[in-house]
């Protein structure tokens, strides 16, 4: 087709009573048509899941996180009152000295050991 | 690659069955509007990588805006409205990179003009229609392609491209001038 041609057909269509789909066709039959490469939809979807699968995976990772952060808080919570209580029940009280481990008689026995008796 | 279970299906079923992460019925739609979007695209910039890259752009924007899809315009509509725009941005893209006068274009854009083999010839047309188009400024390029190579009536491009009837026409006229005399000179 040379370039006349083309003004020709442009000529009778838009607006001047052919039907629009005149020109596409009259264009199609001359071999201009458009498509995109054979892999064109596996790679779309490739980058589309291939991203989800990404993502999924850190979500993933996140959440295993977090129920490991719990656990290991639950068990450290947990080993806090069982100390708590072992220690009341050792010492009687929940006094500063107790919880450091340091008895009132104690306290005597260290002041002799340092002034020699 | 989509299942052929798909086929037939209707493109509200296929977007329902895409948001609940099923690729089957995402490459349907794919399969299904990908001709389209490669008109629109490649009419607007060209047979090249640049387009390729551009028509799959189009279907990640898609595939992520599916849910604020509402259904007021059809599947094809909204495709396409993504189409348009991103080659619009694309366009913008290549122009800031460096351009030349529009006369610079013409010459180096020139069309040589074989006859014989049919094969050839066609060739020599897609190029022909490629290079004028290619030589229309944007917003009359999206008119002209939307009449020349998607077959568009006035509203369908009016509806695509979000402008009113009455702006289609006088673009649609325009561009008609325009070309003509893109084509005298090639």
Same mark, same amino acid.
């Given at each position: 087709?040379?370039?006349?041609? #083309?003004?020709?057909?442009?000529? %009778?269509?838009?607006?001047?009573?052919?039907?629009?789909?005149?020109?596409?066709?009259?264009?199609?039959?001359?071999?201009? %048509?458009?498509?995109?490469?054979?892999?064109?939809?596996?790679?779309?979807?490739?980058?589309?899941?291939?991203?989800?699968?990404?993502?999924?995976?850190?979500? %993933?990772?996140?959440?295993?996180?977090?129920?490991?952060?719990?656990?290991?808080?639950?068990?450290?919570?947990?080993?806090?009152? #069982?100390? #708590?209580?072992?220690?009341?029940?050792?010492?009687?009280?929940? &006094?500063?000295?107790?919880?450091?481990?340091?008895?009132?008689?104690?306290? %005597?026995?260290?002041?002799?050991? #340092? &002034?020699?008796? | 690659?989509?299942?052929?279970?798909?086929?037939?299906?209707?493109?509200?079923?296929?977007?329902?069955? /895409?948001?609940?992460?099923?690729?089957?019925?995402?490459?349907?739609?794919?399969?299904?509007?990908?001709?389209?979007?490669?008109? !629109?695209?490649? @009419?607007?910039?060209?047979?090249?990588?640049?387009?390729?890259?551009?028509?799959?752009?189009?279907?990640?924007?898609?595939?992520?805006?599916?849910?604020?899809?509402?259904?007021? /315009?059809?599947?094809?509509?909204?495709?396409?409205?993504?189409?348009?725009?991103? !080659?619009?941005?694309?366009?913008?893209?290549?122009?800031?990179?460096?351009?030349?006068?529009?006369?610079?274009?013409?010459? /180096?854009?020139?069309?040589?003009?074989?006859? @014989?083999?049919?094969?050839?010839?066609?060739?020599?047309?897609?190029?022909?229609?490629?290079?004028?188009?290619?030589?229309?400024?944007?917003?009359?390029?999206?008119?002209?392609?939307?009449?020349?190579?998607?077959?568009?009536? !006035?509203?369908?491009?009016?509806?695509?491209?979000?402008?009113?009837?009455?702006?289609?026409?006088?673009?649609?006229?325009?561009?008609?001038?325009?070309?003509?005399?893109?084509?005298?000179?090639?």
């Amino acid at each position: 087709m040379k370039p006349e041609d #083309l003004i020709n057909i442009i000529d %009778e269509a838009p607006g001047l009573g052919k039907s629009p789909g005149y020109i596409r066709e009259k264009l199609r039959s001359e071999g201009v %048509e458009y498509s995109f490469g054979s892999e064109f939809t596996s790679k779309v979807i490739r980058r589309i899941y291939g991203g989800a699968i990404i993502v999924n995976r850190q979500m %993933e990772l996140v959440r295993s996180l977090n129920s490991v952060f719990y656990r290991v808080a639950f068990a450290g919570v947990a080993a806090i009152i #069982l100390l #708590l209580i072992s220690i009341f029940v050792m010492e009687g009280s929940l &006094t500063f000295n107790s919880l450091v481990g340091i008895s009132e008689s104690y306290d %005597e026995t260290l002041i002799g050991l #340092l &002034t020699d008796h | 690659m989509a299942a052929a279970r798909y086929k037939e299906t209707d493109d509200a079923v296929l977007i329902n069955a /895409s948001l609940e992460g099923d690729s089957q019925a995402f490459s349907e739609i794919v399969n299904r509007y990908k001709n389209m979007v490669a008109r !629109t695209v490649k @009419g607007m910039i060209g047979d090249n990588m640049a387009a390729e890259d551009v028509g799959q752009e189009v279907f990640i924007k898609l595939y992520y805006s599916l849910k604020q899809f509402r259904g007021d /315009s059809k599947l094809s509509t909204y495709i396409h409205r993504i189409a348009v725009n991103l !080659t619009l941005n694309e366009i913008k893209k290549i122009k800031r990179a460096g351009t030349t006068s529009h006369d610079d274009n013409i010459d /180096s854009l020139r069309v040589t003009h074989v006859s @014989g083999d049919d094969q050839v010839e066609r060739n020599e047309t897609k190029e022909l229609v490629e290079k004028a188009l290619q030589l229309l400024e944007p917003k009359y390029r999206s008119v002209m392609v939307m009449r020349m190579l998607q077959g568009y009536d !006035t509203r369908e491009t009016a509806d695509t491209l979000g402008l009113p009837v009455g702006t289609v026409l006088s673009r649609l006229s325009r561009a008609q001038e325009q070309m003509r005399n893109i084509l005298k000179k090639l």
